[in-house]
Antibody, heavy 121, light 106 residues
Framework: EVQLVESGGALVQPGGSLRLSCAAS????????MSWVRQAPGKGLEWVSA????????YYADSVKGRFTISRDKSQSTVFLQMLSLRVEDTATYYC??????????????WGQGTLVTVSS | DIQMTQSPSALSASVGDRVTITCRAS??????LAWYQQKPGKAPKLLIY???SLDSGVPSRFSGSGSGTEFTLTISSLQPDDFATYYC????????FGQGTKLEIK
């Protein structure tokens, strides 16, 4: 059974940093792209970042480019999202999402339960 | 970047109604489109991929169609469990979600 368990969400001040983790199990971790998708309170879904199965390719939405870094650790079957220079508008539930291919043209077939990041002074 | 526009943004309907939600892409995405259902406080759930393929376990009252830039999600006979928010997602070039359609009980 596929499981994605996020952790690391917290209340942080503007300008602060946070690292989210997503522990994956139930599938061959290095075979699939992984993504982070966020949802601000009462708003829609936003594709934030993605990383290929090998870790060689990454993608960032313009809204987070230069501030967020996605990475993955094959030995831990874990994907990370390092978030720097956090802004109030980064406040959201962050979902870890498993892709259906290694990198090219994939949709999400499994989602984590989400972890809440609140940026506020 | 490819923009996705859903319509309507909100929809009121009754149990048993046939409902259609539309999603338009700003450029052709062939059939690289998925639909998700989301209920309050929960993660999205995959319904349809490649525009018209039903994910395993999804009731047959859900169907998807379209190609290029225009797509539809149809629920043939609404059930109480179907009242939720629906999102389309293009995955032709990275990924973009539509803004969502909230389906409410009339």
């Amino acid at each position: 059974e596929v499981q994605l368990v996020e952790s690391g969400g917290a209340l942080v001040q503007p300008g602060g940093s946070l690292r989210l983790s997503c522990a994956a199990s139930g599938f061959t971790f290095s075979g699939y792209a992984m993504s982070w998708v966020r949802q601000a309170p009462g708003k829609g879904l936003e594709w934030v970042s993605a990383i290929s199965g090998s870790g060689a390719s990454t993608y960032y939405a313009d809204s987070v480019k230069g501030r967020f870094t996605i990475s993955r650790d094959k030995s831990q079957s874990t994907v990370f999202l390092q978030m720097l220079s956090l802004r109030v508008e980064d406040t959201a539930t962050y979902y870890c999402a498993k892709g259906t291919t290694n990198w090219s043209r994939y949709y999400v077939d499994f989602w984590g339960q989400g972890t809440l990041v609140t940026v506020s002074s | 970047d490819i923009q996705m526009t859903q319509s309507p943004s909100a929809l009121s309907a009754s149990v048993g109604d046939r409902v259609t939600i539309t999603c338009r892409a700003s450029q052709s995405i062939s059939t690289w489109l998925a639909w998700y259902q989301q209920k309050p406080g929960k993660a999205p759930k995959l319904l349809i991929y490649e525009a018209s393929s039903l994910d395993s376990g999804v009731p047959s009252r859900f169907s998807g169609s379209g190609s290029g830039t225009e797509f539809t999600l149809t629920i043939s006979s609404l059930q109480p469990d179907d009242f939720a928010t629906y999102y389309c997602q293009q995955y032709n070039s990275y990924s973009t979600f539509g803004q969502g359609t909230k389906l409410e009980i009339k």
